[in-house]
């Protein structure tokens, strides 16, 4: 049927779907490993594709890339396929690929995807750390200073320099900002060393991504698939995690406010999603609460993906209206608290005991309920689960080579741009202050005191090049002007970095106010 996607089956007969004005509502897909969450996933993705909506998705076993490529019924479970595809009566069932743009934040199976160290924001940054609360208040100063003296902080190199500063002058921040000890800031620093010796660095720094990227549909309609290559960043868990949860707050905030669209904007798994809240403080989890509450407004619809349900907080779990549940082993005794917790969260079906057939179905088998066009959750159904039209497994070096070759956004983020920011500034201060040391012992103080200096700082750049834009009134387009950063959908929302909005504010005037880093520092102020 038009407007919804279908999912299988029912015990019943009835005919499972999900609604995709409903989609933005978030989901489930839970169950124990080997039971076809993956493909059920991978279904359900290239069927939001083909109703022209976009798709992120992580991949971190490195099977999902065959998504971008047709099945084939020479594959060694094409018969089992068919076979479903038969039994539930789907007589147009053929092979099929999929629009994929392939992505990795190491830049080795697919496009690189950065963002800089003002946009992370200091909150994201002391979890991804392991900073404790001193520490973590320790690198807010740091922020705050960078902030207030137009210090851009792009990567690991601008922080480690502002932190270098901030350790040889830690009396002079306490003076103004509050206690800074150097051990404290040695401590960062030497967190810092340790993750990006795990590869983080390649996160930061520039070009960064542009979330309109992620929008895109082609020339036939589809929605394009954005697959993450994750095999390798799970190693960091994280920083997968981390990243994701910063990519829904970028999504958040760069996103205008489109409240229940017909079909979502954009459909986001998360895979692995016990990673988001292993550990996380109680802080942090209540702004995860808050951005899954409030991207339902921006049109996105965030499907967790997890072995068990329990998983979940229950304050995220209660917003997830659409379930899809595979089986789970009672093998222990959490495994059985799982198991009644799953059973109590569906609409009751009288005649389908729930709690007893979570360990009984077969793979490819899933218990459904989703949001009815009101809103209502349907009574919970044993479902056969449609099969798949892409390819069950990944693609070769080979072939993901060519669909790199033929990316839209081929060229756009491959290459690294380095351009002055906090490092630079600062070896040019410390570079001034030499030479002016130098310049006073031999010509006295009150002659080198009425110099100009040697080098402009960021503010006098900004001023020399932004006074005429930010007569416009309009902090966004400020920020472009200055820092050369192509805007976003909404550049006055999203904010090119905290320095950034710093600079843009003071030229453009009080009128539009400070950017905001990202959502959940926004909600942290």
Do not use: C
């Given at each position: 049927?038009?407007?919804d996607?279908?999912?299988?089956?029912?015990?019943?007969?009835?005919?499972?779907?999900?609604?995709?004005?409903?989609?933005?509502?978030?989901?489930?897909?839970?169950?124990?490993?080997?039971?076809?969450?993956?493909?059920?996933?991978?279904?359900?993705?290239?069927?939001?594709?083909?109703?022209?909506?976009?798709?992120?998705?992580?991949?971190?076993?490195?099977?999902?890339?065959?998504?971008?490529?047709?099945?084939?019924?020479?594959?060694?479970?094409?018969?089992?396929?068919?076979?479903?595809a038969?039994?539930?009566?789907?007589?147009?069932?053929?092979?099929?690929?999929?629009?994929?743009?392939?992505?990795d934040?190491?830049?080795?199976?697919?496009?690189?995807?950065?963002?800089?160290?003002?946009?992370?924001?200091?909150?994201?940054?002391?979890?991804?750390?392991?900073?404790?609360?001193?520490?973590?208040?320790?690198?807010?100063?740091?922020?705050?200073?960078?902030?207030?003296?137009?210090?851009?902080?792009?990567?690991?190199?601008?922080?480690?320099?502002?932190?270098?500063?901030?350790?040889?002058?830690?009396?002079?921040?306490?003076?103004?900002?509050?206690?800074?000890?150097?051990?404290?800031?040695?401590?960062?620093?030497?967190?810092?060393?340790?993750?990006?010796?795990?590869?983080?660095?390649?996160?930061?720094?520039?070009?960064?991504?542009?979330?309109?990227?992620?929008?895109?549909?082609?020339?036939?309609?589809?929605?394009?698939?954005?697959v993450?290559?994750?095999?390798?960043?799970?190693r960091?868990?994280?920083?997968?995690?981390?990243?994701?949860?910063?990519?829904?707050?970028e999504?958040?905030?760069?996103?205008?406010?489109?409240?229940?669209p017909?079909k979502?904007?954009?459909?986001?798994?998360?895979?692995?999603?016990?990673?988001?809240?292993?550990?996380?403080?109680?802080?942090?989890?209540?702004?995860?609460?808050?951005?899954?509450?409030?991207?339902?407004?921006?049109?996105?619809?965030?499907?967790?993906?997890?072995?068990?349900?329990?998983?979940?907080?229950?304050?995220?779990?209660?917003?997830?209206?659409?379930?899809?549940?595979?089986?789970?082993?009672?093998?222990?005794?959490?495994?059985?608290?799982?198991?009644?917790a799953?059973?109590?969260?569906?609409?009751?079906?009288?005649?389908?005991?729930?709690?007893?057939?979570?360990?009984?179905?077969k793979?490819?088998?899933?218990?459904?309920?989703?949001?009815?066009?009101?809103?209502?959750?349907?009574?919970?159904?044993?479902?056969?689960?449609?099969?798949p039209?892409?390819?069950?497994?990944?693609?070769?070096?080979?072939?993901?080579?060519?669909?790199?070759?033929?990316?839209?956004?081929?060229?756009?983020?491959?290459?690294?741009?380095?351009?002055?920011?906090?490092?630079?500034?600062?070896?040019?201060?410390?570079?001034?202050?030499?030479?002016?040391?130098?310049?006073?012992?031999?010509?006295?103080?009150?002659?080198?005191?009425?110099?100009?200096?040697?080098?402009?700082?960021?503010?006098?750049?900004?001023?020399?090049?932004?006074?005429?834009?930010?007569?416009?009134?309009?902090?966004?387009?400020?920020?472009?002007?200055?820092?050369?950063?192509?805007?976003?959908?909404?550049?006055?929302?999203?904010?090119?970095?905290?320095?950034?909005?710093?600079?843009?504010?003071?030229?453009?005037?009080p009128?539009?106010?400070?950017?905001?880093?990202?959502?959940?520092?926004?909600?942290?102020?």
């Amino acid at each position: 049927m038009a407007g919804d996607i279908y999912l299988g089956l029912g015990g019943d007969g009835s005919r499972q779907a999900l609604a995709l004005s409903r989609s933005n509502r978030h989901g489930l897909i839970a169950g124990a490993t080997g039971t076809g969450k993956t493909v059920t996933l991978q279904g359900i993705a290239e069927s939001f594709s083909a109703a022209g909506v976009p798709v992120f998705v992580a991949d971190v076993k490195g099977d999902l890339s065959g998504i971008a490529m047709p099945g084939s019924s020479t594959f060694k479970h094409a018969a089992s396929l068919e076979a479903r595809a038969k039994e539930l009566g789907i007589s147009d069932y053929s092979y099929a690929d999929n629009p994929v743009i392939f992505w990795d934040l190491f830049g080795k199976q697919g496009h690189p995807i950065r963002t800089t160290i003002s946009e992370m924001g200091p909150l994201l940054l002391a979890r991804l750390l392991d900073l404790n609360e001193t520490q973590e208040g320790v690198l807010q100063i740091i922020f705050r200073h960078a902030d207030e003296n137009g210090l851009l902080l792009l990567n690991f190199a601008d922080l480690q320099a502002v932190l270098q500063w901030a350790s040889e002058n830690a009396a002079e921040l306490s003076g103004k900002y509050g206690n800074v000890t150097r051990p404290s800031v040695g401590a960062i620093q030497r967190q810092l060393l340790s993750f990006e010796a795990q590869g983080a660095g390649n996160f930061f720094g520039e070009p960064a991504l542009e979330i309109d990227d992620f929008l895109q549909v082609d020339e036939q309609g589809r929605g394009y698939i954005n697959v993450l290559a994750a095999d390798q960043l799970m190693r960091s868990p994280k920083l997968y995690a981390t990243f994701l949860l910063w990519l829904l707050a970028e999504l958040f905030e760069s996103l205008p406010e489109v409240g229940d669209p017909e079909k979502p904007k954009l459909v986001f798994f998360f895979d692995e999603a016990h990673l988001l809240f292993d550990d996380a403080p109680k802080a942090l989890m209540d702004k995860i609460e808050q951005v899954v509450r409030l991207i339902r407004s921006k049109g996105v619809g965030v499907f967790f993906v997890t072995q068990n349900p329990i998983d979940i907080p229950e304050k995220v779990a209660g917003q997830l209206g659409n379930r899809v549940q595979h089986a789970l082993r009672a093998f222990t005794p959490r495994d059985q608290r799982a198991i009644r917790a799953a059973a109590e969260t569906f609409r009751v079906n009288p005649d389908l005991d729930v709690e007893t057939a979570i360990t009984e179905l077969k793979v490819g088998e899933a218990l459904v309920s989703t949001l009815d066009e009101k809103g209502a959750p349907t009574i919970v159904q044993r479902t056969l689960i449609k099969p798949p039209r892409s390819r069950l497994g990944p693609v070769t070096p080979k072939e993901r080579a060519i669909i790199q070759s033929v990316s839209p956004l081929d060229g756009k983020y491959d290459t690294l741009v380095d351009r002055e920011s906090a490092e630079e500034v600062i070896a040019a201060k410390a570079a001034d202050a030499a030479a002016t040391a130098a310049e006073v012992e031999e010509r006295g103080e009150a002659d080198v005191r009425g110099q100009p200096r040697k080098s402009p700082n960021l503010w006098g750049k900004a001023m020399s090049r932004g006074a005429k834009v930010a007569m416009g009134g309009a902090a966004g387009m400020a920020a472009s002007k200055i820092l050369g950063k192509k805007s976003r959908s909404n550049p006055v929302a999203s904010g090119v970095t905290s320095a950034a909005g710093s600079i843009a504010t003071d030229l453009a005037g009080p009128i539009v106010g400070r950017f905001v880093r990202n959502l959940i520092g926004g909600l942290m102020r």
